[in-house]
């Protein structure tokens, strides 16, 4: 079983940024797609952004094209998620989540989050504007 660690959330004001951070262990890294997703109270639990770690290809919401982006750092076992511009609506409980890939098949839709088996702890992240 894979484990996730987040962190990195925080209080930001409006315009402003930040940089999430989940380490990832248990597995062979390259294996999986990893995504970030978020929760804010009383919404249901949506994808902002994954990568295919092992080819390095992100997939973004609509909401984050644009002011968001994620990337990999193979040696540490890390997926960032770097969030500029940041609004009011950003404010959630941010979690990272695993999917372990089938050879040669690419990564799940983000909208499917029953793909995705494995969850870290989460981190927050508040936007005041």
């Known amino acids: 079983q894979v484990q996730l660690v987040e962190s990195g959330g925080d209080s930001v004001q409006a315009g402003g940024s930040l940089r999430l951070s989940c380490v990832v262990s248990?597995?062979?890294?390259?294996?999986?797609?990893i995504g970030w997703f978020r929760q804010a109270p009383g919404k249901e639990r949506e994808g902002v952004a994954q990568i295919d770690t092992r080819v390095g290809r992100p997939y973004y919401a609509d909401s984050v094209k644009g002011r968001f982006t994620i990337s990999i750092d193979d040696a540490k076992n890390a997926v960032y998620l770097q969030m500029s511009s940041l609004k009011s609506e950003d404010s959630a409980m941010y979690y990272c989540?695993?999917?372990?890939?089938?050879?040669?098949?690419?990564?799940?839709?983000?909208?499917?989050?029953?793909?995705?088996?494995?969850w870290g702890q989460g981190t927050q992240v508040t936007v005041s504007s």
């Open positions: 248990g597995y062979a890294f390259s294996s999986y797609c």
């Open positions: 989540s695993a999917h372990l890939r089938v050879p040669g098949s690419n990564c799940p839709s983000m909208e499917d989050l029953s793909q995705f088996t494995d």
